[in-house]
Structures are given as structure tokens and as C-alpha cells.
């Protein structure tokens, strides 16, 4: 099915660990971008990216690192997990620059640091 | 920078009531709004999609209005259900990226 895969579901981390969170799109979007959800806090901007090789901050980027190679993937790496990135991830498409078609979110990762 | 407020935060209605949730916007140079639902522990689903020179969108039961000048959308579920039970998001979309409400949680009693 055409949509936005997101990969693990879950995760614990210990502080200070490293990891990627896998997002991937089958519609040939070229935005992607990453979201976390707080309590509280609704959701906010990390990193987002209009096209391969280009990508940039949004509100929340500390901590965090992006890369896209490829049209399809945008994974999003944690350098050293702390507990306030505790949080639910959410990837998220789109079929044209500035959301004009608009977003396509992925199911989540939820991601505990302890 | 773009703030987006929905009230109410939650609203518990019999089944069979409609129901109108609202958001607003604070830079209405949006490109357009987009309304999501969200199941506890779930992902976001798209509801509807208003493009910025659009007044109204409708799906089945829902329909959402918009109206840039003044900041402000709506979006009525007619003949609500236990089913239609979640969070509701209103997210403005601008400057390469979505702003978020922090949602309307709705209870439908059977």
C-alpha cells in the first residue's frame, strides 16, 4: 500500500545510545519531514527536507541529525539520546513543496530514553 | 510565526448530535489547512484538505470551511457516532511547514 513507513514501532533507549528512526515513502514526494508529539506540547518540527541532498531546521532540532540521499527514504538520527527525547516521531510527506497537496504522516515511533 | 488555537480542547456529545470544532489561525498566508484525526496511541489520519482559495470542503459526514481574511476554520461532523470518538487536528500549512492546534478531544455517548 502507497503511504509512509515508518520503522521500529517502538524503542527504548539508554542515555547517551545512538539510533536512526527509518522513514519511507512510495509517492514520489519530495517533501518529507519529522515531527515529535509531547503531551501538552502538540506537534513540532525537527527537520524537514524539500528534495534529495537538501534539508533544513525546523523549531526542534537539537539532538537531531537528517540526511536524504534518496527521493524515498529520510531517516532521522538521535547522536546521543537524552531523556527529553522521549516523545512520539512522526515522518510526514507531501506532493509538492509547502504542502500544497497535502501531508502524509506516518504510523509513528515511539521512543523511550531511559 | 504562525500559532494555531482549537477550541474547545474536549466536548462530550449524545450520539446522533452534530458536532462543530473550531480552529484558528493566526498568519493567513497559508497555502492551506488540513484537518487530521488521531485515535489514542495511533498515527495522524487526513480528514480533509482545504486549499487557500477554497471555502469549504465536504467528505460523507464531514465538511470543513475556511476563511482566510479572518483566521478561521471549522469543522462540522453531522450525526456524530461512537466511532467518530478521537483527537481532532487542525494543522496550517506555510513556509515548508505544518503548524499544529493542540487538537479537540471528542466523546460520543451511546
Known amino acids: 500500500n502507497a503511504g509512509v513507513t515508518q520503522t521500529p514501532k517502538f524503542q527504548v533507549l539508554k542515555t547517551g545510545q545512538s539510533m536512526t528512526l527509518q522513514c519511507a515513502q512510495d509517492?514520489?514526494?519530495?517533501?518529507m519531514s519529522w515531527y515529535r508529539q509531547d503531551p501538552g506540547m502538540g506537534l513540532r518540527l525537527i527537520h524537514y527536507s524539500v528534495g534529495a541532498g537538501i534539508t533544513d531546521q525546523g523549531e526542534v532540532p537539537n539532538g537531531y541529525n537528517v540526511s536524504r540521499s534518496t527521493t524515498e527514504d529520510f531517516p532521522l538520527r538521535l547522536l546521543s539520546a537524552a531523556p527529553s527525547q522521549t516523545s512520539v516521531y512522526f515522518c510526514?510527506?507531501?506532493?509538492?513543496?509547502?504542502?500544497?497537496?497535502?501531508?502524509?504522516f506516518g504510523s509513528g515511533t515511539r521512543l523511550t530514553v531511559v | 510565526k504562525q500559532e494555531v488555537t482549537q477550541i474547545p480542547a474536549a466536548l462530550s456529545v449524545p450520539e446522533g448530535e452534530n458536532l462543530v470544532l473550531n480552529c484558528s489561525f493566526t498568519?493567513?498566508?497559508?497555502?492551506?489547512l488540513q484537518w487530521f484525526r488521531q485515535d489514542p496511541g495511533k498515527g495522524l489520519t487526513s480528514l480533509l484538505l482545504?486549499?487557500?482559495?477554497?471555502r469549504e470542503q465536504t467528505s460523507g459526514r464531514l465538511n470543513a470551511s475556511l476563511d482566510k481574511s479572518s483566521g478561521r476554520s471549522t469543522l462540522y461532523i453531522a450525526a456524530s457516532q461512537p466511532g467518530d470518538s478521537a483527537t481532532y487536528l487542525c494543522?496550517?500549512?506555510?513556509?515548508?511547514?505544518?503548524?499544529f492546534g493542540a487538537g479537540t478531544t471528542v466523546t460520543v455517548r451511546a
Open positions: 509517492m514520489n514526494h519530495e517533501y
Open positions: 482545504i486549499q487557500s482559495s477554497q
Open positions: 498568519d493567513s498566508a497559508i497555502y492551506n
Open positions: 494543522a496550517a500549512s506555510n513556509d515548508y511547514k505544518l503548524s
Open positions: 510526514a510527506s507531501s506532493y509538492f513543496v509547502q504542502g500544497a497537496g497535502g501531508y502524509t
